[in-house]
């Protein structure tokens, strides 16, 4: 009897626990590589005129090689007047002056601190041209990192309801299989 209402308070606390490990838990892949937490321009943005360079910051540091940045218009056209600079966790390039109005895309690719290659497209618009799609913006790294702990509140919650029910299902049926033991002088 002792036994039994143990594991019926264990099983009762089994999901609990199991959603506190899967919000308290980071996710392996949130600190993997280093994602794009901020640009300037930003995603979306509506700017009167561009400025005078393109910068993007990275969560963590990315690698000198191989980075690139362009600022690429409706054409294909590119608007940087040169090469990426590289400085830690930060990503400039300057753009050519006399830029027209319209829509524009920041193409960026660089390497992670953990060797991953990375890449990404930022739009906005400047001046008189229509705004860009909302669903072109960038999801940040914070947003990023709440959306997973999100997801894996909701899977833990899942697996730990789902385990809990098939728990609970077979360990009923397995002692009603199990013969009654007679207590007595048989």
Known sequence: MYAASLIHRRLRWGPVATIIFAVLLPAPGAWAHSPLESSTPRAGEHLATMPARIELAFVAPVEDVD???????????????????????YVSSP??????DG??????????FDGAPMSGVVSFTVGAAEDTNPLNAVLTADAAFWVRVSVFTVLGGLLAFMA?????????????TQPERSIGNG
């Open 67 to 89: 980075a690139s940045v362009v600022l690429a218009d409706d054409q294909g056209t590119d608007w940087t007047a040169g090469p990426a600079a590289v400085e830690d966790m």
């Open 103 to 112: 829509r524009y895309e920041i193409r960026w690719s660089v390497v992670s």
């Open 164 to 176: 809990y029910g098939l728990v609970t299902v077979y360990g009923r049926r397995s002692r009603r």
């Open 95 to 100: 753009v050519r002056p006399g830029l027209p």
